[in-house]
Each structure stands twice: as C-alpha cells, then as structure tokens.
C-alpha cells in the first residue's frame, strides 16, 4: 500500500491534467488521502479541489483530524462549506469540534440550517461518549407500516443514510421499539407489519455511556451498527461498526504511547510538528530523570560494600535490568486485562496471589541460571547473595508492574501510565536497595 500511495502522490504531482483527473476518479478515497497529507496543505488543496465536490467531501473524510483543520486553512469558506455539507453527520461533527472558533463562526452561516442544527447537536455532547461519536444519519421506521410500505421509505431515504440493512422502529415519541433487518422486509409477506417482523433486543447504549463501552458491544454481538438512546429512551443516533473500529484503534494507539511515556500528541507522528513531538516527551522523560536519581543514590549509599567486592557491580545491570523487565511484564498483562475488562480492580488481591507465585518461579529459575556465572566469577559468596538478590527483585519487580495499574484506575487514572519506563526506574531503585542490602548482610567486609 506504501508503493501505492508513493505512485498516486507522484503522478499527483507530476501527471498531465487527464492523469491527475483519472487518478482522482478511481483511486480509493482513502489511498488518496494518504498520498494528499504528505503534502502542503495549499498543495494538496490544489490538486483536491479539480475532484468533483462528493468526491471532495469523501476524502476529506479520510484525512487525519489535524491535517483537516490545516486544510480548512488555506480553503475558502465556500468551498469549505461545499465540502462539510457532502460528509457524515458525525464526520461534519468531528471536524467542527477541530476548528478554530473563527473558524467556526466563518463556516456555519454557510450552512443550510438542517446541518447547523445536526452539528451543534453532535458536537455539544462530551468526548469519550457514545453521543461524541455517533451519527444521526440513521434509518428509521414507525410500527404500523406494511413491509411494502417500508421498503419504499428506505428507498427513498438510503442515499442519505449511513446504512440501511438495518432499520430502526420508534413510535410518535421517537422512543425506540425495535430494529428491523433489511433482508426480513424483503422477505416478508407485502402487507406483514413493521411490528410483527421487528426485533425487540436491540442492545442499545445510552448517550452518555463512554466510547469503549459501545465499539465492546458492537464487537460481542457483530453488530453493523449500535443504537444510541438518551435518558427517556428516544432514538438519537447510532454508532456504525466502522466509527466503532476507528475508536478502538486509538484508543489502543493512545495506550501505546502511554506505555512509552509519550502524551498528548495530537496529530499522527508523520504530520507532527517538532515542537509537537518535544512536548509529547520532554515532561515524563524530565520527571524519569529526577526519579533515578533514587538509584544512584542507593549506589553511593553502598560504596563501601561496592569498593570491597568490586565482582559485585559485574551483576548490578543483570539484577537490576530483570526487575525492570519482569516488572514491565506484569504492568502490560494487568494494563491489558484492565483494558478489555477480564480483570476488574476489585481482582487485585487474587491478582496479587497469583503474581506471587508466577514471579517467584521465575525468580528461582532466572536464579539458578545465574548462580552458576556467580561462582566463576566471584566464588560461592557472591553465588548466593545474587542468587538471593534474583528472587527478591524479579518478585518485587512483578509486584511493582501488577499493582500500578490497580492503584491508577483506583484513583481514576489510566493504567496505561503504568508504563514500561516508570516501572522500570522504580523497580530499578527498589532492586539497588535489595542487592546491595543483601550483600552487606552476607558477606564479610575485609
């Protein structure tokens, strides 16, 4: 797909006029959005706008959120409007909550008044809620109708719909009834209700309820689509399988760079600006600095004992590095298991047996291996106090990482901080104070 976007952008760029044309016409919206973001805004606006202005709106859709707004930049309000007008209700509503509120104030008079109305109702609920991510685009069908009746109205209404195969049924109130497969009114007899052929069990989220939640729910039932209701049960919108995918994926890129200490980067890191991408590191790696001051620290606290057995400091990285990694083993599994729900914060203490027996098994292991270099290297002495030193540390170490995400989510933080590098420093000062604390209680100063 790389080859691909590389051979689009350049013929983009370099391609007679009918090329650039053809190019727009029958490339997917999203490869060419991929070779379009690569560019200048005011360039990848040129090219962009010789597209016919549904084609415009499509890929639109598809570029990064930073990129649109850099986009909205350097386009004029009418065009701008032109292109807002032809996207997704939800998609209309996501990059109004992007721009800039001169931004804003420029481009909703050039609205018609329905897409003002749907705009500012989608943008008003919070993010992270199902009501931020949901469209309004949906199918819906009253009781009564016939199935004839109801194939008509989905006709009529499909071009401006997210989907179709599955309609939903609200009465007067908009109160939502059921749901009704496209596939079951065609095959139902002509005159056979709404009603009688509707599915009742529609596994609807309400408005307020977070993101997570809903694409969850979309995956464990493999549903195309997730009705949204509000507190007195009235249809407001639906969550559509892809938007669903598109949460979950960054929601997973967000943990993942959390896991590496790296916060608040808005855009992808291809788009981010270098100041950007400094703000996303500086604070934790600044904050990482200061706390491994604890482990030198506990080195000059033990000069002494370091000066007289000098082989001990031949083990120190061995020790210390495998309670940092035993440690960032257990932070990622709980982080996971948090994640996905498999493990409620109220499973710590069973959590906590369990990590008790897997870490000191793999203390005792990694102990063994080490012991024999242990003894060729600085004699029976140093055997055992490394040996000593390997359990406690790789016990501590998955302790460390298994508790982190509890005590997170228990004071309503992300476990996700509990990431790899912060594990890692504070295993690695803990390990210091256990070898060398173990080595000035076994062995004898000269």
Do not use: C
Request: proline share 4%; no cysteine.
């Amino acid at each position: 797909m790389q080859n691909n976007t590389n051979d689009i952008r350049d013929v983009l760029l370099a391609g007679s006029a009918e090329q650039v044309d053809a190019t727009l016409a029958v490339e997917h919206p999203a490869d060419l959005a991929q070779a379009l973001q690569n560019l200048a805004p005011a360039t990848a606006w040129e090219i962009l706008r010789r597209a016919p202005v549904p084609r415009q709106s499509y890929v639109f859709s598809y570029f990064d959120p930073g990129f649109q707004t850099l986009l909205a930049t350097v386009t004029r309000r009418k065009d701008l409007a032109a292109i807002v007008m032809g996207m997704k209700a939800d998609d209309r509503a996501d990059l109004y909550k992007k721009l800039s509120d001169e931004q804003r104030k420029s481009l909703m008079p050039a609205l018609a008044q329905a897409e003002r109305e749907d705009i500012r109702q989608l943008a008003a609920y919070e993010e992270g809620t199902a009501g931020a991510i949901m469209t309004s685009g949906y199918a819906a069908l009253p009781p009564g109708l016939s199935a004839t009746r109801a194939l008509t109205v989905l006709r009529h209404e499909a071009p401006d719909k997210e989907t179709i195969y599955r309609a939903y049924v609200i009465d007067a109130d908009r109160k939502l009834l059921g749901s009704v497969r496209l596939q079951d009114l065609i095959t139902a007899p002509a005159q056979a209700k709404v009603s009688d052929i509707m599915e009742t069990n529609t596994h609807a989220i309400r408005v307020d309820d977070g993101v997570e939640s809903a694409a969850r729910r979309i995956a464990h039932y493999d549903m195309l689509a997730l009705p949204v209701i509000d507190d007195a049960d009235r249809l407001v919108g639906i969550i559509t399988h892809d938007d669903a995918l598109d949460v979950m994926e960054a929601e997973a890129t967000d943990d993942f760079y959390r896991v590496s200490t790296v916060t608040n980067l808005e855009s992808s890191v291809g788009n981010a600006s270098i100041s950007m991408l400094y703000r996303a590191r500086i604070v934790w790696l600044m904050l990482l600095v200061f706390g491994n001051i604890f482990s030198g620290a506990g080195i000059a606290y033990f000069e002494d004992t370091i000066a007289a057995h000098l082989a001990l400091m031949f083990f120190l990285p061995i020790l210390i590095a495998s309670g940092g990694n035993a440690g960032s083993q257990s932070a990622t599994l709980m982080i996971r298991a948090l994640a996905t729900g498999e493990i409620k914060v109220s499973d710590w203490s069973r959590s906590l047996g369990r990590e008790l027996v897997v870490a000191a098994l793999l203390g005792v292991s990694m102990a063994v291996a080490i012991a024999v270099i242990g003894v060729f290297r600085g004699g029976p002495e140093i055997a055992l106090v490394i040996s000593l030193s390997m359990i406690l540390i790789v016990i501590v170490g998955g302790i460390i990482g298994m508790l982190l995400p509890f005590v997170l989510s228990k004071l309503h933080m992300d476990p996700a901080t509990a990431s790899t590098p912060l594990v890692t420093s504070i295993a690695d000062a803990t390990g210091v104070l256990i070898y060398f604390g173990i080595a000035q209680s076994l062995l004898v100063m000269p």
